[in-house]
């Protein structure tokens, strides 16, 4: 018998422009100690059909057929008491961001206790005991103590663990886990899969993972169903679709994962998806605006010379300096990236390396240590103009490409603005023509410039930070995280542009990075950061076939294994 | 904690000190003291030495330190119209003005913070449309013309609630109170009423609006998926996270309450300090002005500082303790 059956389920969200199917005829079921996988890009209606089992579908949505059994029993139907009663008690339910999904302002043991006692009815003193006995087994250390903890005591995958903790309460016979390790690092994505997965085995209960992550599916799951556009377009066992991927688009999807193991020139485009952006038309750089100006006074030696640079931050103010608590979030760094080189900064999040990227473009000021770009040191200059000269020079590209948008402004004004600032075209016209120029050699295209961000997708919003980033004409760009937002097709194609674009303009990179594997694709060089300090730094390739550093090789051995994935029909330009 | 109170301390005492010289140069610019006290027909030798006498030719900082202290220990002189001392005026005045303002403000709560509830979570409900329109009606219309359509309403034409005065006092000491009368109490409902209409829409829609974000959040989705009912994911977590803004807001207002309750108490001829201030102002009574002013700046900065530490209490993420 299945333990959760899903039966040709569709939900649909009427909106003003017309019905919105999320979710299309999808069935699924899963067993008891099993883990079935559901993957698929933003979009593909697969945190949909979580809810909708739980029954918190977000309004306007709706189920309009098919149904939900657990243990044959069918569920969609029962009235909102009831399924509030399978919540928790019979489903559990992980979410995405663990620093968000615990209220902020009671202990965790208020929430332990409270959901225990709910369910269970076991009266405050054994549903606190149950409590440290949970959270004894979600592997916190000192639990008795630190059960009286608030949720912002913990670090972020000590949260993941206190909401798996809080998931397994009632002992539930299905869990669903949307995204679980989707905002933490890979060792702590490790350990908390791993602890997934045992408690799964331990307590035969069945468990839907949900996630776009394919290192996560062939890390734990035993079935994957992929989704695309609403349907499940292909289900297996893991191997089988990892290894050999029946559907076109799952064979586009796995083949668009960077790869740890090699280093190929360009990134394998998802062919079966259209692509949201591809060059209406190249811009001939030898005689237009973006490639001339690019005789930069040649430096003897590196391009960006970094030493021992330091920054503080202050954790606990005082008024004496005696009594302050301060952190040093970059300690000591020291490092060269010469004229055109790619160089990746690599690290678990907290080593420091975004707040390196902040102090080499003076974002920060350091608390010690030398920014030297093409012979000035960066910090010693006083003069806005001086400045000015330089931060033309060096532009930056960030993470999340919802806020790093000026939602009030045209995408026209949001390139142009740096263009005007610097007084670096003759007349509105030309800076009209330019921006025009420089949205089409992104791949969005001239009509892109008299919309706001909010009408583009996360991909496309990218090529417009990177079309901004551009519009100075830079010789040194800092990526940060440039892709750590997007979906991997999508990642794939912004980051061909970024190779593309520093060919072509010869520019000199800093990229960072968490994912090593987007690190070997696009980097000459590499430096791994841990707790503000750099452990080494070599040639890419070098890095991955003869780590030096502990440090590394642990990272190294926590890559996803995706070995099981399947890299046949892998068309690779120049390979 | 205590260095942020220590800190939150000094910060207190330059903002009273910057009031105090506002209030100080009232006296030096809006004209002339000495004009004030005397008659016609002193002589300009009795002006001098009055002069000498009250300290006016010392140096400025001189006068202000003198001002200043003074204002400490709650001296702020004679009122020129009363012959008064106007710390006594003031205090007699004071009660009038905290009841009225202190059940202004637990109106503004108690009716506020639940509106505000009950249209977050029943937004679509007829009922929550209609208090949403009429709040737009109580934060718009201005103070006076409510309080004369509450006076025109229940005191002339319905004849049930007294339309000025505070009615029958009780004396407690030198406060007094009109609690424990009935013509008090029947006195108190129209003005409170008056005063905290607009504070209570004010905070209503700040609830609602608070409310709606934090319903959005995620760990609200993760209590509902845990299964916890209704109530205790409205009440118990979402309304907690929602009062965490709140709180400055009616802080700030519960100031406003105090000092703009000049408007109402005019209306209903309310026996209180901003009826005192008005009537100082039309007879260009610098000394009850000054004392007003420092007053109320005090009102503020104490309340403001309460709000602060009470954050500490409500929010465990401000602890000194976050360590991990």
Redo the contacts between chains.
């Keep these: 018998m299945d333990l959760l059956n899903i039966n040709n389920l569709r939900i649909e969200f009427p909106s003003r422009h017309g019905t919105v199917v999320a979710v299309d005829d999808v069935s699924l079921s899963v067993q008891p100690g099993e883990v079935l996988g559901v993957v698929g890009e933003s979009g593909a209606g697969k945190s949909t059909i979580g809810n909708a089992v739980?029954g918190?579908l977000e309004p306007p949505g709706e189920m309009t057929a098919g149904h939900v059994l657990l243990k044959s029993e069918q569920i969609d139907t029962l009235n909102p008491e009831a399924k509030?009663?399978?919540?928790?008690?019979r489903i559990?339910?992980i979410?995405?961001?663990p620093l968000?999904?615990?209220?902020?302002?009671?202990?965790i043991e208020q929430q332990l206790v409270?959901?225990i006692d709910?369910?269970l009815k076991l009266g405050e003193k054994k549903s606190q005991e149950r409590a440290v006995d949970l959270l004894r087994q979600v592997g916190i250390p000192d639990p008795e103590n630190r059960i009286k903890n608030?949720p912002?005591?913990?670090?972020g995958g000590m949260r993941q663990r206190v909401?798996i903790a809080?998931?397994l309460?009632?002992e539930p016979e299905v869990i669903i886990a949307d995204e679980p390790t989707t905002a933490l690092d890979v060792s702590i994505q490790a350990q908390i899969l791993e602890l997934m997965r045992r408690l799964c085995k331990d307590k035969q209960v069945g468990m839907i993972i949900i996630t776009h992550d394919m290192g996560v599916i062939a890390d734990i799951t035993d079935r994957v169903a992929v989704m695309y556009r609403g349907k499940v377009v292909e289900e297996g066992t893991t191997a089988k679709i990892l290894g050999d991927p029946d559907h076109p688009y799952t064979q586009s999807l796995i083949s668009a994962v960077p790869r740890p193991d090699i280093r190929l020139r360009r990134f394998p485009m998802v062919n079966y998806i259209e692509a949201e952006g591809e060059r209406s038309r190249n811009i001939d750089l030898s005689t237009h605006w973006l490639g001339r100006h690019r005789d930069f006074e040649a430096v003897d030696g590196p391009l960006l010379s970094l030493k021992d640079l330091v920054m503080t931050f202050v954790t606990?103010?005082?008024?004496f300096k005696r009594?302050r608590s301060t952190f040093n979030a970059v300690d000591g760094v020291s490092f060269d990236i010469n004229e055109g080189e790619v160089f990746g900064l690599v690290g678990e999040s907290g080593s420091g390396k975004s707040t390196v990227a902040r102090m080499v473009c003076s974002l920060y000021k350091p608390a010690a240590g030398e920014v030297n770009f093409s012979g000035t040191d960066l910090t010693k200059i006083r003069s806005e103009n001086e400045r000015d000269f330089f931060r033309r020079q060096m532009q930056m590209i960030f993470q999340d490409p919802f806020s790093s948008l000026n939602g009030r402004m045209r995408v026209m004004d949001i390139i142009a603005e740096p263009i005007r600032f610097h007084q670096l075209a003759s007349s509105n016209q030309e800076v009209e023509q330019i921006v025009n120029d420089l949205l089409d050699h992104v791949g969005l295209g001239a009509q892109a410039s008299v919309r706001f961000p909010h009408e583009f997708s996360g991909g496309q919003r990218q090529r417009i930070s990177i079309a901004r980033a551009l519009a100075t004409r830079p010789r040194f760009l800092i990526c940060d995280e440039p892709t750590s937002a997007l979906d991997v097709s999508i990642q794939a194609q912004i980051l061909n542009l970024l190779k593309d674009l520093q060919e072509e303009l010869g520019l000199t990179m800093l990229f960072i990075s968490h994912d090593l594997p987007v690190i070997r694709q696009m980097c000459d060089r590499v430096g791994v950061m841990k707790q503000g300090k750099l452990l080494e730094v070599s040639a890419t390739e070098d890095l991955f076939e003869k780590p030096t550093a502990a440090y590394t090789r642990e990272l190294l051995d926590l890559m996803p294994r995706l070995d099981k994935l399947s890299h046949e029909g892998l068309e690779v330009e120049g390979a | 904690m205590i260095s942020f109170i220590f800190k939150r301390l000094v910060q207190s005492v330059i903002v009273m000190l910057t009031v105090a010289l506002i209030a100080f140069s009232m006296f030096r610019f809006i004209g002339d003291p000495i004009n004030n006290m005397v008659g016609q027909d002193t002589s300009q030798a009795d002006r001098a030495a009055l002069t000498e006498q009250l300290g006016l030719n010392d140096p400025f900082l001189v006068q202000f330190g003198r001002f200043a202290l003074n204002a400490a220990e709650g001296n702020f002189g004679i009122s020129y119209k009363y012959r008064q001392p106007v710390s006594s005026l003031i205090l007699e005045r004071l009660s009038a003005t905290l009841e009225l303002s202190l059940v202004a403000a637990i109106l503004t709560l108690v009716v506020g913070i639940p509106l505000g509830v009950y249209t977050a979570l029943k937004g679509k409900g007829l009922l929550s449309k209609g208090i949403m329109t009429l709040s737009l009606i109580g934060v718009s219309l201005p103070t006076f013309l409510i309080g004369i359509l509450l006076i025109l309403f229940f005191g002339v034409m319905l004849r049930w609630l007294p339309t000025f005065g505070r009615g029958d006092v009780v004396a407690l000491g030198w406060w007094t109170t009109g609690f424990l009368t009935l013509s008090g109490i029947k006195s108190l409902i129209l003005p409170s009423i008056t005063l905290a209409l607009f504070q209570m829409t004010l905070i209503m829609r700040l609830v609602r609006a608070e409310m709606l974000e934090v319903l959005r959040t995620d760990f609200i989705k993760f209590a509902r998926a845990r299964g916890l009912p209704d109530r205790s994911v409205h009440f118990k977590h979402a309304l907690k996270n929602t009062l965490v803004p709140v709180i400055t807001i009616t802080g700030l207002q519960l100031g406003a309450l105090i000092a703009f309750a000049i408007i109402t108490e005019s209306v209903f001829q309310w026996p209180g300090m901003g009826l005192l201030f008005i009537q100082a102002i039309s007879d260009v009574d610098i000394p009850i002005m000054a004392a007003y002013l420092v007053l109320i700046a005090f009102f503020f900065v104490v309340i403001n500082m309460i709000v602060d530490i009470l954050y500490y209490a409500v929010d465990p993420r401000l602890r000194a303790d976050s360590s991990v």
């Design positions: 739980i918190l509030r009663k399978i919540r928790g008690r559990g339910m979410f995405q961001d968000t999904s615990l209220d902020p302002l009671q202990t409270e959901t709910l369910h608030y912002h005591q913990f670090s909401v809080l998931a309460c009632a606990k103010p005082a008024f009594n």
